[in-house]
């Protein structure tokens, strides 16, 4: 073995996955063994790649290496070396992979675009959005039938054309659900949108090329396989045979096991090509044994898992399957087998096995089942963790691997309660700026991975001490109430500034990779993830997708662990956890869903998935039928060999199971079995609460026992005290208590064999079945062979293949059981009873009635000869007299039910284990004195009906329990009718045995029958064959000389298979024919048309062109845009965009050279021209050609993606009248086109076109020329320096750049080195002076733009020096240098990232830079000495210059008075944060402020005045309603009652004289006591039966308007505004505009307004919201009005997207209605466009995220249609921004006040979500009145009104609901409703009303606006209900008894019939069916033997009836 110091070990990749893996034993395929190591890139092919390795590579170590490595070993106990376990050598004992090796990354893969696809296919409706529609009706489970709004004719759809959108992409139904889902998910008259193409199907014109459920159309579906499916489609369809699959198939593709999904299904990751995954399952796989290829099912003799281990390399064919873009998972594998060296051919027995065209089809129907139920499973429309819902299984992961710059530490977590777990530090990168973003993640040690890809628990050296402080890699889930890394960072900046000190985990690791000493990771056998969506977003952005696991027991198991986490905190972090962490696992409830539920689920999922049952090999079986007890066992048994027979799965992580062993009795040896747990393992290695991890059926090691005997008569009579491994030991310390394992004992030896004699009865009627069904179906075979064309005949018929109406899982297939056992189950032998899990009409008699609320029944149940005698329980809320539940009568069990009294009933099965067999709970009895008139008699039709106790409350169940406990404690009755029942018994169990007889022995016979034919057809099916291949030679002989042509054709249909040839025809996807058959095909006229328009497509017509045809498709290629069509029988021409239509030949020729036409085709790409733009940009290298793009920083070396670039609009955009050779811009087209013919234009191109050596000659010659110019030989700088001095001598301390005379050298010297002189030399000479040999540190110095252009010009002499350079070295020396400079640019914001990581924006140029990401650092070194960086930079210095200048001269102005301009300075502040444009101040009444009783004297000597009451007043020439004083002398001083202006005309047509005025527009109507009304809703009160009828019975109406009359209603005295609620008045109060108002009235200063600033601290005490991945906008988004804004100006729309809330503002200004009078109405229906509101404001975008664009409501969005969508800059330009500030200002206050609201205990319209729309509701009516209904809903304390006025609520008539007028309050009724308004007493209104037949339900954008209207109109109006009346006590009568006569006094019923309260009869209403809680009934628990007690209602006297009722009135009536 190598050593581990080898360099081969140590030699491991940068990438996880491609460094090399230690040696092993067995390699799939070796000539994959010689891939280079380097990291990052994928080897090429070697021409040595086959050869075996060098033996020195095998060498023995050197005797000084092993001396070394016996040292370490001797040194393995050190501390210094366990103190750090990722510095130390491994262990060489350590076990390595044997078979897996280091492959590339699994992050590798990338998203392919599909090309789209327009050839032969024109759509009937516009492209992007389609035509509604509705489905009609489904003829299969896959297709059904569409109807478009307006048309008439039937269009056909398929499963295949119907999209989704998820997360912000297009999914394909078929990749996310079930096709069985398809008619659930969208059943008939469900909308849908829709685009179709005229096409001939047999009964259907068209048919849907794309289905969508709204919006705008999926994007890119039009494909070539789209295409074809269509076409195969509607075949199918015109030809009336069924539509099935076609299963096309790959080349044979390589790949390597990355996850298994359950014990039979995984996924495979694909090595080449696209590399995608494919899912698998055990019966794609073929295994090789004794020379032959097998399915793994037939061999069955390993795990699955064991063959190939996650990272093994397959070989495998796949066939595609629905996949999204961002999907990896694209493929399902058809076979999949381990390979031989250099053999990728599939094995030759699966070839011929699936040789015949049937095979095929039969194989396709299969993978479609196995795809199908994994759907099912796997649930792909859950992949959002928040919210978390139970049913998923899906695991996303948003860290996959640590991105770049990322790292993660080992830190331990306090926790003594869990050992096992720990916290990782991680630090990752932030991708939107350079800072670092640190948090914790939540890791269990059951999850590391050891550095040589195996897991780290089974090495004992490993620790989570030892762990402590290692570098690790990892992968992550979310665990936080966030999932997507935007949302975690700022989670994470939450936690920092709240809790710093915490160790709050936000992730959780799924795995952790321990790394190597070198720092490199090895995934090794660890499970991986595969792409599959965009969303949510991860930290891993460079990554095309998000990863997901898909192991079905995964999220279970992490979830569980981080409960565990939860329980194991500290109280004081576990108080904060429900802030961070995800509800899911911080609430109660859940808890028992996590560790009890969801498991059980997980179990039955697998089960569902896996059918062959090949997780035996790990979990083993037990045969229970054909075990036998020993005689005379031994009592114990000591170091006793065994091994594992079973482990009992009865949880996800089993810990019971049982060990076979042989034991001596009386001198033979026997078979027995002992059971064990997993307390009795004694193991070096963890378990994690799991046996399996210790234990299993498959291990290798030998296992040795203590065991104790219990029963000698059991099955299993040995209970195992102490298991453990023979090679470790045996166990130190002494086995369990055997007390405890006897108990243990007797529970798990009971279930087990109860369980396993079941399955063994089955497991052999299923043998059975299998195989006389192999046997008919060989015997079909041989048959239809013999027939000859019987699959061709078969092919025609419809109900050919698969039945599309069957259950469509995997379970409907040929199952092979999971093995037959030893031996035949012993017929004899009763069947295992089961009890049936619920029961239905089943009869019985009473057996005792209890008491008064529990009575006792009894019958029995019988399977097969067995019959067994049951008790049933049951209550008074079970129990139907006369159609209502006895518990609502009143009366109790003994008054109905009586013993011996028959009784039918339903009822649920309760595990419960008692002798009495009480174990069925009752839902609904019946009873009846004569037992035969019961069984005609119908259960009640509201009779509860469940199918098993899990549908029951658990309380419910609870109850059960204890009253059965306290029942069977006394020995159950003896059974009067045992003795017939045993002679029953006896006469049908030998009916049964003569009936299996005679069934054996006719079997037997089949059997024979069958066998002799099947070998006469196989000998007569081989004949035919040899008969059929020898006239095949012989026709293909004769067409080679009579038909070259045929013979030519078919040749390329032909396929051969093994010694025979079958000819399958692609274009019509027939497959499998013989010789004749694809004769005759060919000829067929499907065939030709098929044939005709495949070569029109690739126009590869065979037929001779004549000229006229020849110029016509020449004429037609060179314009692509010139359409043709046949009318008539005559060619017409049409050009699309210049709409000339039925054009012939020659106006069409003369059409193109048109003005017009070349006009609008300008913009087409001349071929010419993209070939002249790419050589101006080509720059030819030392050994390749690159194309640069200076404006867009584009870089690329290949030309079709450099013109594919100069097509994209932003090039063109950024490039006008730009010259990429010569890098100019032309102010002009003229003068560009003038630059082009330039000579310096032609001498650049010239020079591009140079060879790279002339390039680099001339530059090295132009160089040495400048270096001579500025350095001169010392004699001529003599020569012309002596002159120049005798003319002016040099003053040294004076410079000649800044005019700066100096007193001394160092003076000099000092000013020398200043900024200012720098600046003023370099723009004078354009020379950067030195810094006197001072070398430049960057980063010392501030970063000033003096520096920036030395940085420059030393950033020039480094892109001279590498044009120059041909030394290796030196250019990786230039390279680092470069990356630094750039990244001392990136640190001082010359350079600064945006959004997306490619685009970079320079701040100097004020642009932003495109371009690749691995060429990054370059282009941006580019870009920064090119002259355009430098002449902005020079700019900016000259800038500098001038405004030292400026300042210098401003130096000499006298400086003003400090006090002064800090006070103008604070006024500036002011006025820059006041916004708003202030508004003027107003002018109050003067009589504002007065009293009623002052104004009533000012009253009396004013005309017009009248009063009709004392207090209230009405103004006769204003024609005003009733008004209190105080307010009616306000109206008198208002300017209209001053200048008498004429009345509205409303005011005339409206009765006012019992109306109450408030304020200029809100009325209460007295008589009705209604809340306040406006104008329009007051007009529909009045006219409402209601308010007539009280007019009509009104007595004392004085009185009444004196009592309703407001005492005080809410208003604002300072802004003069009147309000309808007290609510809307809190709300102004704390507005910006009051506080101006008040601001104004006591003259003081009008500051910044910031008292809502505190919102979003005060929303802390509510959960955050989860939101949903938000577009930046909306279109044709559907939603309602939630709420109006007190002002009413802003008005709330309330959506979902999701399935969250989202809300969306928007002023009035928004609404687009062409009715100018529709006003918002809160429940309206909306439709909208919108816009995000961008930055975020706080408080606000927690629940307000949109601003809308364009608004229409109400009866308009039925037929009105929106324009444009706009953004939010565009938004606020149009409107304004002071308008939308405004909106969001008062959006705070209006939020403040709903805070307020929510935490009374009220619900408010941002912080409440509740149900959009209520079907089949169950309630009861609450009042009644002639207007409308109150009905109070049974789910929540919620009411629902229905309107009883004639005010229909849709227009259609159908959709209307009658109203039952019969109705009374009391009445249990069934309702539909819509959601109006949740701040009103009746939230719902409801659209249909209904006891016994139900109505239909309508949809929001139904509903008329006329009845949203009559809705605020009736339920403003509602009078008070009972449970309103506050002041009102009802105490009995029996407590004041004797004290108080109050006969007389008042008249009860009269005083409740006129307040509106009802008592019904029995003191009220109690729904008794659906209560729950039967222990607050009957308090059992007081009673302590039940069923001893002959007569409990007598012992326990109940509570007697209250006499009657009192009333305390107190201050419900206004004073």
């Known amino acids: 073995m190598r050593s581990r110091d080898s360099p081969m070990v140590r030699q491991l990749s940068a990438q996880p996955s491609r460094s090399p893996s230690p040696r092993r034993k067995k390699v799939a395929f070796q000539r994959d063994r010689s891939r280079s190591p380097r990291q990052g890139s994928t080897p090429s092919p070697s021409p040595r790649r086959g050869r075996t390795p060098s033996p020195k590579r095998r060498r023995t170590p050197s005797p000084r290496r092993s001396k070394d490595r016996d040292r370490k070993r001797s040194r393995s106990g050190d501390r210094s070396e366990r103190k750090d376990r990722v510095e130390r050598d491994p262990s060489p004992k350590k076990r390595r992979p044997s078979a897996i090796e280091r492959l590339e990354p699994h992050t590798g893969w990338q998203p392919t675009d599909a090309k789209p696809y327009q050839a032969g296919l024109e759509e009937v409706f516009e492209p992007s959005y389609g035509a509604k529609a509705w489905v009609v009706r489904y003829d299969t489970e896959e297709s059904g039938v569409l109807r478009c709004e307006g048309g008439s004719d039937d269009v056909h759809f398929h499963v295949n054309q119907l999209w989704l959108s998820e997360g912000g992409s297009w999914l394909q139904f078929r990749e996310v659900f079930p096709s069985a889902e398809l008619a659930a998910k969208f059943p008939p008259k469900a909308r849908l949108k829709c685009n179709i193409r005229k096409v001939n199907a047999g009964d259907f014109s068209f048919q849907a090329t794309a289905v969508w459920p709204d919006g705008k159309a999926p994007i890119e579906y039009r494909t070539k396989d789209w295409f074809d499916d269509l076409q195969r489609i509607a075949s199918c369809v015109r030809n009336k045979i069924e539509i099935s699959g076609q299963l096309s198939s790959s080349s044979t593709r390589e790949g390597v096991v990355q996850e298994f999904i359950s014990f039979e299904t995984g996924i495979i990751r694909l090595l080449d090509q696209d590399k995608a995954a494919a899912v698998f399952s055990l019966e794609n796989v073929w295994v090789s044994t004794d020379g032959q290829s097998k399915p793994f099912g037939e061999v069955d003799n390993q795990l699955l898992q064991d063959h190939i281990p996650v990272g093994s390399k397959l070989l495998l064919v796949v066939k595609p399957i629905p996949a999204n873009r961002y999907s990896q998972l694209k493929y399902q594998a058809i076979i999949a087998w381990v390979g031989a060296r250099g053999e990728r051919n599939m094995p030759r027995e699966f070839e011929e096995k699936f ?69 990782l530090t991680v630090t990752l990168p932030n991708p939107r700026d350079e800072q670092k973003t640190t948090f914790h993640v939540l890791f269990h040690m059951e999850d590391v991975i050891d550095e040589y890809g195996e897991p780290a628990f089974k090495d004992k050296s490993i620790t989570m001490k030892s762990l402590k402080d290692s570098q690790v890699d990892l992968i992550a889930r979310s665990v936080s109430s966030a999932d997507s890394f935007t949302d975690l960072i700022r989670l994470t900046q939450k936690l920092d500034s709240d809790y710093p000190d915490a160790k709050i985990p936000i992730l959780q690791a799924v795995k952790v990779f321990m790394k190597s000493s070198d720092g490199q990771i090895f995934t090794g056998s660890a499970p991986l993830p595969t792409f599959l969506r965009k969303e949510p977003k991860s930290f891993n952005v460079k990554q095309p997708a998000t990863g997901y696991y898909l192991n079905l027991s995964l999220k279970n198991n992490l979830d569980t662990k981080v409960v565990e986490f939860v329980e194991s905190c500290p109280n004081l972090v576990r108080s904060v956890l429900p802030s961070i962490l995800n509800p899911w696992y911080t609430l109660s409830s859940n808890k028992s869903l996590i560790k009890k539920e969801i498991p059980q689920r997980v179990l039955k999922n697998g089960t569902i998935v896996d059918t062959f049952g090949n997780s035996k090999h790990m979990y083993g079986e037990f045969f229970a039928a054909s075990v036998s007890a020993p005689t005379n066992p031994p009592t114990n048994l000591t170091n006793h060999t065994a091994k594992v027979a079973l482990i009992y799965t009865d949880r996800p992580k089993p810990r019971t199971g049982l060990l076979e062993f042989i034991v001596e009795c009386d001198g033979r040896k026997s078979k027995s079995y002992a059971l064990f747990n997993l307390k009795t393992v004694q193991c070096q290695q963890k378990s994690f609460g799991d046996l399996s991890k210790l234990l299993s059926v498959n291990m290798k090691d030998e296992i040795a026992m203590n065991a104790s005997l219990v029963s000698s008569s059991s099955k299993i009579p040995y209970v195992a005290t102490a298991v453990w491994k023979t090679k470790e030991g045996p166990p130190r310390k002494p086995g369990a208590d055997i007390n405890m394992l006897t108990d243990e004992w007797k529970k798990g030896t009971e279930a087990i064999i109860k369980l396993w004699m079941s399955r063994t009865i089955e497991m052999a009627k299923k043998a059975d079945a299998v195989e006389n069904e192999e046997a008919m179906k060989r015997a079909e075979d041989i048959l239809s062979k013999a027939g000859g064309s019987r699959d061709r005949e078969d092919r025609g018929r419809p109900g050919f293949g698969r039945d599309r109406h069957g259950s469509g899982g995997r379970n409907d297939r040929t199952e092979r059981p999971m093995s037959p056992p030893p031996q035949e189950p012993v017929e004899e032998k009763p069947t295992v009873w089961k009890w049936d899990l619920a029961l239905k009409d089943k009869v019985g008699t009473v057996q005792k009635v209890i008491n008064q609320n529990y009575a006792l029944a009894v019958s029995y149940q019988k399977q097969g000869w067995q019959e067994k005698r049951f008790f049933v329980l049951f209550d008074t809320c079970d129990v139907w007299i006369n159609g209502e539940v006895v518990q609502k009568s009143g009366k109790g069990m003994k008054d109905v039910i009586s013993e011996n009294d028959s009784v039918k009933f339903h009822a649920v ?235 012939p030949m020659e106006h069409a020729k003369k059409h193109v050279l048109s003005i017009i036409h070349k006009n609008n085709h300008k913009q087409a790409e001349n071929v010419a021209q993209l070939d002249q733009e790419c050589k101006e940009m080509k720059k030819k290298g030392r050994v390749s050609t690159s194309y640069f793009c200076t404006p867009c920083g584009f870089t690329s070396d290949s030309v079709i993606a450099t013109k594919n670039h100069i097509c994209e609009a932003d090039h063109k955009k950024r490039t006008v009248n730009y010259c990429h050779a010569c890098k100019l811009f032309s102010a002009n087209r003229a003068k560009y086109q003038e630059h082009r ?107 000033t733009s003096l520096e920036h252009m030395s940085m420059i010009h030393r950033a020039r002499d480094l892109h001279d020096k590498a044009n120059k350079s041909k030394s290796i070295r030196i250019d990786e020396d230039i390279k680092k240098e470069k990356s630094t400079i750039v990244e001392v640019l990136f640190k001082n914001a010359v350079f600064q990232k945006m959004t997306v990581e490619t685009t970079i924006k320079c701040t100097t140029c004020s642009v932003k830079l495109q371009g690749h990401a691995k060429k990054l650092t370059a282009q941006l070194f580019i870009h920064f000495v090119s002259d355009k960086h430098i002449q902005r930079l020079r700019v900016q210095v000259k800038g500098e210059d001038a405004g030292e200048k400026a300042v210098a001269e401003q130096e000499d102005i006298a400086t003003v008075d400090t006090a002064s301009s800090q006070a103008e300075n604070q006024d500036e502040i002011a006025a820059s944060e006041e916004t708003m444009v202030l508004p003027p101040p107003i002018t109050v009444s003067v009589h504002q402020f007065l009293t009623d009783e002052e104004a009533v004297e000012m009253l009396k000597e004013i005309e017009n005045i009248l009063a009709p009451t004392p207090s209230l007043h009405e103004c006769s020439s204003c024609k005003t309603g009733l008004m209190t004083a105080k307010f009616m002398m306000r109206h008198v001083d208002s300017s209209a009652h001053k200048n008498k202006t004429v009345p509205a005309p409303w005011r005339s047509q409206v009765d006012l004289s019992s109306v109450y005025e408030h304020g200029p527009g809100l009325f209460k109507c007295l008589h009705c006591n209604s809340e306040f009304l406006d104008i329009r809703k007051l007009e529909l009160h009045l006219s409402t039966l209601e308010h007539k009828d009280r007019v009509e019975n009104c007595f004392g109406q004085l009185a009444i308007f004196e009592q309703n009359t407001p005492l005080d209603p ?406």
Not at 1298 to 1310: L, N, Q, R, T, V
Not at 1742 to 1765: C, F, K, N, P, T
Not at 1812 to 1828: I, M, N
Request: charged letters at 30%; glycine letters at 4%.
């Open 909 to 1143: 099965y309760v595990e419960s284990d008692n002798a009495w067999n009480l174990t069925y709970l009752a839902t609904a009895v019946i009873v009846n004195k004569n037992q035969a008139a019961l069984r005609e008699e119908q259960m009640p039709l509201k009779a509860i009906v469940k199918d098993s106790c899990e549908e029951l409350h658990p309380a419910k169940i609870q109850n059960f329990k204890a009253v059965a406990s306290k029942i069977t404690k006394k020995p159950p009755p003896e059974d009067p009718n045992v003795q017939a029942r045993k002679e029953e018994m006896k006469r049908s169990r030998e009916e049964n045995e003569k009936r299996r007889a005679m069934e054996r022995q006719k079997k037997e016979e089949d059997r024979r029958r069958i066998a002799i034919e099947q070998e006469r057809q196989d000998r007569i099916a081989q004949k035919a064959s040899e008969e059929a291949e020898k006239k095949a030679a012989s026709r293909r002989r004769e067409l080679m000389s009579g038909n070259p042509e045929l013979l030519r054709e078919l040749q390329g249909m032909e396929i051969q298979r093994g010694t025979s040839k079958m000819y399958s025809c692609k274009l019509c996807g027939i497959q499998a024919m013989s010789l004749a058959d694809a004769e005759s095909h060919i000829f067929e006229d499907e065939h030709k048309v098929l044939k005709a328009e495949k070569a029109k497509e690739e126009g590869a017509t065979t037929k001779f062109l004549s000229r006229e045809e020849a110029e016509e498709a020449l004429f037609l290629n060179e314009f692509k845009e010139i359409k043709t069509s046949v009318v008539n029988g005559k060619k017409i021409y049409t050009c699309e965009k210049c709409r000339a239509l039925k054009m």
């Open 1237 to 1343: 013919f330039s000579i310096a234009h032609k001498r650049k191109m010239e020079e591009l076109e140079k060879p790279y050596e002339e390039k680099q000659e001339k530059a090295k010659a132009k160089e040495v020329k400048s270096r001579e110019n500025r350095e001169p030989k010392s004699g001529d700088k003599n020569k012309e320096t002596e002159p120049e001095e005798s003319k002016e001598p040099v003053d040294p301390l004076k410079c000649k750049f800044c005019a700066f005379d100096a007193e001394s050298e160092a003076e000099m010297k000092e000013h020398k080195q200043s900024e200012g002189h720098r600046r003023k030399q370099y723009l004078m000479t354009g020379v950067m002076p030195s810094s006197d040999g001072q070398e430049e540190i960057f980063g010392v110095k501030p970063f």
């Open 355 to 423: 040789n015949s065209r049937q095979r095929r089809v039969e194989m396709g129907q299969k993978l479609w089942k196995q795809h199908e139920t994994l759907k099912s499973v796997l649930r792909f429309n859950r992949y959002l963790t928040v919210p978390m819902k139970p049913d998923a299984v899906l695991v996303p992961v948003v860290v996959n691997l640590l991105p770049a710059g990322g790292s993660a530490t080992v830190k331990d977590i306090d926790s003594p309660d869990n050992r096992n777990i720990g916290l």
């Open 1610 to 2015: 809410p208003r604002c005295d300072t802004c003069d505004r009147y309000f309808a609620t007290e609510v809307d008045m809190r709300c102004h109060m704390i507005t910006k505009l009051h506080s101006i108002r008040t601001d104004q009235m006591h003259g003081l200063s009008i500051t910044a307004f910031t008292e809502n600033d505190d919102l979003e601290m005060k929303l802390q005490s509510l959960p955050a919201p989860a939101l949903p991945v938000l577009p930046a906008r909306l279109e044709n988004q559907r939603g309602r009005i939630a709420a109006i804004f007190e002002s009413g100006q802003f008005v709330v729309i309330e959506f979902s997207r999701n399935d969250c809330v989202v809300h969306a503002l928007f002023d009035k200004s928004r609404v687009v209605n062409s009715d100018k009078s529709t006003f918002p109405v809160v429940g309206y229906p909306v439709i909208f466009h919108a816009c995000k509101i961008e930055p975020d404001v706080e408080g606000v975008s927690q629940y307000l995220q949109y601003w809308a664009s364009q608004v229409i409501l109400g009866d308009g969005v039925r037929v009105e249609r929106l324009g444009m969508e706009m953004t939010y800059n565009q938004l606020r330009r149009e409107v304004g921004g002071l308008a939308v500030d405004i909106g969001l200002e008062d959006c705070k206050a209006e939020m403040k006040t709903q805070l307020d609201i929510k935490l009374n205990g009220n619900m408010a319209v941002f912080f409440d979500e509740v149900h959009e729309q209520l079907e089949y509701e169950t309630g009861f009516v609450e009042l009644k009145t002639a207007s409308s209904l109150l009905i109070k809903l049974q789910a929540a304390d919620q009411f629902a009104l229905l309107i009883l006025e004639d005010t229909p609520l849709t227009e259609l008539a159908r959709e209307r609901g009658e109203v039952d007028q019969s109705l009374q309050p009391g009445d249990q009724v069934y309702v539909n409703a819509v959601l109006m308004d949740v701040t009103k007493r009746a939230q719902y209104l409801c659209t249909a009303v209904w006891k016994t037949e139900s109505q239909p339900a309508v949809r929001r954008d139904r509903l008329l606006q006329s009845a949203v209207d009559m809705y605020h109109a009736l339920v403003l109006a509602l009078p008070v209900q009972q449970q309103d009346l506050s002041d009102v006590l009802i105490p009995s009568f029996a407590n004041i008894q004797g004290l108080m006569d109050m006969s007389g006094v008042i008249d009860m019923n009269k005083m409740l019939s006129m307040s509106g309260i009802v008592v019904p009869p029995n003191q009220g209403y109690d729904d008794l069916a659906a209560d729950d809680d039967l222990a607050a009934d009957d308090d059992l628990a007081a009673d302590d033997n039940i069923a001893e007690d002959d007569d409990i209602a007598a012992e326990s006297p109940e509570e007697r009836p209250k006499l009657g009722l009192g009333l305390k009135i107190a201050s419900f009536a206004n004073k």
